[in-house]
């Protein structure tokens, strides 16, 4: 992969990648593809502004993001993070922040064709959080 | 007049681009202008947020004449 | 990477890269590169079975682990760990677990090398986590 | 008699692979001969882990006529 060239700084000891690849099945319904949609601009501008605080507070050299649009297949990439630190566990953290924020936070969306022929939009994050409605501006 | 942008979801419910004539006065009024309009979508509606100039608003925010605000259904990005 | 083509599968949703790289610095020293040494046979065999137990712990379908020895230069890669999991909060659960226990349990050992031609054999985790001595069998 | 092998910083001390002709009774006498031999190396020796085929073994291991014990200062790697 290209973006993990871009990793890799002289004073960072670790660093974690990220991959979101779509399964084969939810809930027991077999799945064809995936389609994501964004609301681009805004999606964009709040990833920029996630990683410049990500890289502050855990003091990553490296903070790189990328979610696909548009129809992505099964075992295929839809997200990767990719984050760099002096120490292991600054990395880490950051990581899971960045995508946790990415899934729940940003205006994207999924939505699962299954091979029957049905689709459904998603909200069926892995965590389980619920999509409370709550307005956080 | 304000515009509205729809987004995943909610585009089996309205279209992906509308016009409000009347500016409501807040997006607690512009929430429960679209219930109104479309009563079989009231739960994702409430399950909403709200950007104006791509920044999530407020259920109190004021809105203006010409305002382009996104209905936000809950992100299921990853 | 030749092992990332390994580390996809249809039913994993979330694939976590690890990648231990050598830093150019260590307490304010510039280090010229880093040599590794193991107990290379009970090394690979703690690995093997540390993949096991972890790939049950946490129900992965991906876990992969590989360690260098011998010269590691700054910004090489030295230890990579791959974990896929069909949700991501596993994949980054035992992906951590898993190097926490090369760093401190199986029988590896890091030299560095300095600019200035001293060298120490580390027990310098990113974690800082004290060698207590303790006999752990 | 039982043979040793040691690793990392221990070898600025001991040689890589080395003869005890006299089998100590476990792993506890084996640590304290070993100090013995080389006071500089106590407190690398004091947190060494030993290993039998190679698996780790306690402080109170039997030794036997024959055995290679691995000499296991505290891992650094990754």
Not at chain 1, 33 to 39: T, V
Not at chain 1, 96 to 104: L, S
């Amino acid at each position: 992969m290209a973006l993990w060239e871009q990793a890799h700084h002289p004073a960072a000891g670790g660093v974690v990648l990220f991959s979101g690849e779509v399964r084969n099945n939810h809930q027991g319904k077999e799945v064809s593809h995936l389609s994501y949609e964004a609301a681009e601009q805004m999606a964009n501008k709040m990833i920029a502004a996630l990683l410049d605080e990500a890289k502050q507070r855990w003091e990553l050299q490296v903070a790189i993001a990328v979610h696909r649009l548009g129809k992505v297949s099964v075992m295929e990439t839809a997200v990767v993070v990719i984050t760099a630190a002096a120490h292991r566990a600054e990395a880490y953290a950051a990581n899971q922040y960045i995508i946790d924020r990415i899934k729940h936070h940003v205006p994207l969306w999924k939505c699962e064709h299954f091979v029957d022929g049905e689709r459904a939009w998603g909200g069926h994050c892995s965590c389980k959080q619920k999509s409370t409605g709550n307005i956080e501006p | 007049m304000i515009t509205l942008e729809f987004f995943a979801g909610l585009k089996d419910y309205f279209p992906p681009v509308m016009e409000v004539r009347e500016t409501p006065e807040d997006i607690n009024s512009l929430r429960r202008y679209l219930i109104d309009q479309q009563s079989f979508a009231k739960t994702l509606l409430e399950q909403c947020r709200f950007a104006v100039d791509d920044t999530f608003v407020h259920e109190d925010y004021p809105l203006r004449q010409g305002d382009l605000v996104l209905v936000i259904p809950p992100s299921s990005g990853g």
